[in-house]
Structures are given as structure tokens and as C-alpha cells.
């Protein structure tokens, strides 16, 4: 299994600025995910990132507005650049590791963000 | 591609009842597993329920069961004697390889246990 956290929880930021929300692993993982999630709504992928390659980003999102860096197996970050209100969300990251007999898929508490 | 659908946006039902979570999938694969996600209001996603397409058995997890229909692509959650602690967001999910594949998710049942 893993456990995951993640800073901060949530933030204020106003426009134009930039955001980076860290993830940590307890353990070592391969592949890293960052979500993203309106209240009340499903997740959607924003990019995959794994240890020593470019992170691969879904439709729709792009590196420029998402930069993710994936420094070693325990650790990675997602950058929100020049936010407007249209970024409020919260973001999740979750990481894939051997659960019971199978991967599984755990998620880090998530960060909301709020930009005015 | 491959996609996931929840037609219930909204359940409720009383505490100690039984409930049933609706999901149907779409994958060209044979190969595939489920997964049943649940969000509490804390916001925090927990892994309920798992099930690999090639196994006939239904998994079942202590109050938590399915009933995978794997020819009707149908893949419910049901929860027996619900409890409070059972309220939350519950998120159907496909991913078509373990190791290195994101998840499809649906959009998500949202759970209300009336006490």
C-alpha cells in the first residue's frame, strides 16, 4: 500500500500567479497521476508522470500551464502558472503500488485551490 | 477508448438497508479491471472494491459486494446494513492494465445514509 500526502490542503491565490502543490509518498511508486476536481464532480486526468521521463499530459491540459517535475520514486510536484479563476479546483495526486495481491491506485488527500 | 458510466447522480437510503450502485462500461479489451472508489465529504478517495474481468467470482469485501456482468458490461456495487460512515461519493472506475495505466473514471454516485 502507500500513503499519501500533499501541501498545501488548500490556497488563495489571485490571478496571474503560480501555484506548486507537492505530493509524497511513503513508499517508492513508479507512475504518479495528477487530477483534477470540481466539487461534486468526477476526476479528470490532467498528466502521468513517471520517474526519470517527461510527464505525458491528457488532452487539454499542457506542460506550459502544468509543468510537473518527478525528482525520484517518493516525490512529485504539479505548478498551476498563471492561474485565473477558471483554475479554482482541487487537485489530487495519486500514485499506483502494490496493494492485496495487485496494483491499486491511492490518492493523496487532495489540495484546493481557490484563485481570485 | 474506453468509458465508464454512473446513471444514479443521487441515492439515498435508510440506515442498516441495503443499496445497490449502478455502472456500465465500455472497453474493447478483454483484459481489464474495476474498481469501486469511495470520497467521503473529507475529500480523501479510498479504494472499496476490486474486480479483474477474467475472474467469474464476484469480489466481495466484507459489507461490500458486485455483481459483474462482464457480457452486459455492467459492474454494480452493492451495500449491505448500511452504516452512516457510508455516506460519501462513490466513483466507478476501469483501467485496462495493471502497472502504468490511468483510470477511467464515471461521474459518480453520491451516497446519503439517513439515519
Known amino acids: 500500500s502507500a500513503v499519501i500526502s500533499q501541501k498545501p490542503s488548500r490556497d488563495i491565490c489571485q490571478r496571474g500567479t503560480s501555484l506548486t502543490i507537492q505530493c509524497q509518498v511513503d513508499s517508492q511508486v513508479t507512475m504518479m497521476f495528477w487530477y483534477r476536481q470540481q466539487p461534486g464532480q468526477s476526476l479528470t486526468l490532467i498528466a502521468t508522470a513517471n520517474q526519470g521521463s517527461e510527464a505525458t499530459y491528457e488532452s487539454g491540459f499542457v506542460i506550459d500551464k502544468f509543468p510537473i517535475s518527478r525528482p525520484n520514486l517518493t516525490f512529485s510536484t504539479l505548478t498551476v502558472s498563471n492561474m485565473s479563476p477558471e483554475d479554482s479546483s482541487i487537485y489530487l495526486c495519486?500514485?499506483?503500488?502494490?496493494?492485496?495481491?495487485?496494483?491499486?491506485?491511492?490518492f493523496g488527500p487532495g489540495t484546493r485551490l481557490t484563485v481570485t | 477508448a474506453q468509458t465508464v458510466t454512473q446513471s444514479q447522480p443521487e441515492m439515498s437510503v435508510q440506515e442498516a438497508e441495503t443499496v445497490t450502485l449502478s455502472c456500465t462500461y465500455d472497453?474493447?479489451?478483454?483484459?481489464?479491471?474495476l474498481f469501486w472508489y469511495k470520497q467521503p465529504p473529507s475529500r480523501q478517495m479510498i479504494l472499496v472494491i476490486r474486480q479483474e474481468a477474467y475472474k467469474q467470482q464476484n469480489a466481495t469485501e466484507n459489507r461490500f459486494s458486485v455483481n459483474f456482468q462482464k457480457a452486459a458490461k455492467s459492474f454494480s456495487l452493492k451495500i449491505s446494513d448500511s452504516q452512516l460512515g457510508d455516506t460519501a461519493m462513490y466513483f466507478c472506475?476501469?483501467?485496462?492494465?495493471?502497472?502504468?495505466?490511468?483510470?477511467?473514471f464515471g461521474t459518480g454516485t453520491r451516497l446519503t445514509i439517513i439515519p
Open positions: 472497453t474493447s479489451e478483454n483484459n481489464y479491471y
Open positions: 495519486s500514485a499506483e503500488a502494490l496493494g492485496q495481491g495487485a496494483y491499486e491506485q491511492y
Open positions: 472506475a476501469l483501467t485496462t492494465r495493471f502497472g502504468n495505466e490511468k483510470l477511467t
